[in-house]
């Protein structure tokens, strides 16, 4: 159960290492919270862009792991009028020590990870060309309007800060607006190639 560890050796050799995990271990380690503050300072910060917080239960699921394992501890708990009583956890310092290795190791090493689209792309001609061509479409109109979105909001945010911020606190931004626009540069190309293809009647074209 959550809120009941006492600090001890932390178990760093079989804990299951993740985005979240590191998110968890990280943010922690800056102030004490516990899991709904977590979730909600993870939301404010925007990281919610690169850490599935989706489902609410994956905080409280992954402190429970990293609680098990010795790599976060009880900070303290809380009791407000007419509020349940809230356990506040912070980071150990077996959990610093992980999670900046963590950090150090997911930058250095390519994961193959398995996302949907390239999945889907591998099979795109289990369908007719119509619909292929129709769903590339709409995902690239998609695309567009949430790059704008996105570089609407990096903007305003710079703005806040005088436009001048180190690059060093950008670079998950900037990395990813430029994968966005790579996809989008795909996107239009492979269309350009599909359309000229249906037109030239291409060999296995359908």
Same mark, same amino acid.
């Given at each position: 159960?959550?809120?009941?560890?006492?600090?001890?050796? *932390?178990?760093?050799?079989?804990?299951?290492?993740?985005?979240? *995990?590191?998110?968890?271990?990280?943010?922690?380690?800056?102030?004490?919270?516990?899991?709904?503050?977590? +979730?909600?300072?993870?939301?404010?910060?925007?990281?919610?862009?690169?850490?599935?917080?989706?489902?609410?239960?994956?905080?409280?699921?992954?402190?429970?792991?990293?609680?098990?394992?010795?790599?976060?501890?009880?900070?303290?708990?809380?009791?407000?009028?007419?509020?349940?009583?809230?356990?506040?956890?912070?980071?150990?310092?077996?959990?610093?020590?992980?999670?900046?290795?963590?950090?150090?190791?997911? @930058?250095?090493?390519?994961?193959?990870?398995?996302?949907?689209?390239?999945? *889907?792309?591998?099979?795109?001609?289990?369908?007719?060309?119509?619909?292929?061509?129709?769903?590339?479409?709409?995902?690239?109109?998609?695309?567009?309007?949430?790059?704008?979105?996105?570089?609407?909001?990096?903007?305003?945010?710079?703005?806040?800060?005088?436009?001048?911020?180190?690059?060093?606190?950008?670079?998950?931004?900037?990395?990813?607006?430029?994968?966005? +626009?790579?996809?989008?540069?795909?996107?239009?190309?492979?269309?350009?190639? @599909?359309?000229?293809?249906?037109?030239?009647?291409?060999?296995?074209?359908?």
């Amino acid at each position: 159960m959550i809120g009941h560890s006492k600090d001890e050796e *932390a178990d760093t050799a079989t804990v299951r290492r993740s985005p979240l *995990a590191m998110a968890v271990l990280l943010l922690l380690a800056v102030e004490p919270k516990h899991p709904y503050g977590l +979730r909600q300072r993870i939301l404010e910060w925007e990281k919610d862009r690169v850490i599935n917080v989706s489902q609410r239960n994956a905080i409280y699921q992954t402190m429970r792991r990293l609680e098990r394992h010795g790599l976060i501890t009880v900070h303290e708990t809380t009791k407000h009028e007419n509020r349940p009583e809230r356990t506040v956890f912070r980071t150990t310092e077996s959990g610093v020590q992980l999670s900046r290795e963590w950090v150090r190791d997911m @930058l250095r090493t390519p994961a193959v990870e398995y996302p949907e689209f390239p999945a *889907a792309l591998a099979f795109i001609a289990s369908i007719s060309r119509s619909e292929a061509m129709a769903a590339l479409n709409e995902r690239l109109e998609t695309s567009e309007r949430n790059l704008a979105a996105f570089e609407t909001e990096v903007n305003a945010r710079l703005a806040d800060f005088g436009g001048s911020l180190d690059p060093i606190h950008l670079v998950d931004t900037d990395y990813q607006r430029t994968m966005a +626009r790579a996809e989008i540069t795909w996107l239009r190309g492979m269309l350009e190639k @599909l359309e000229a293809a249906q037109r030239n009647g291409a060999v296995g074209g359908t």
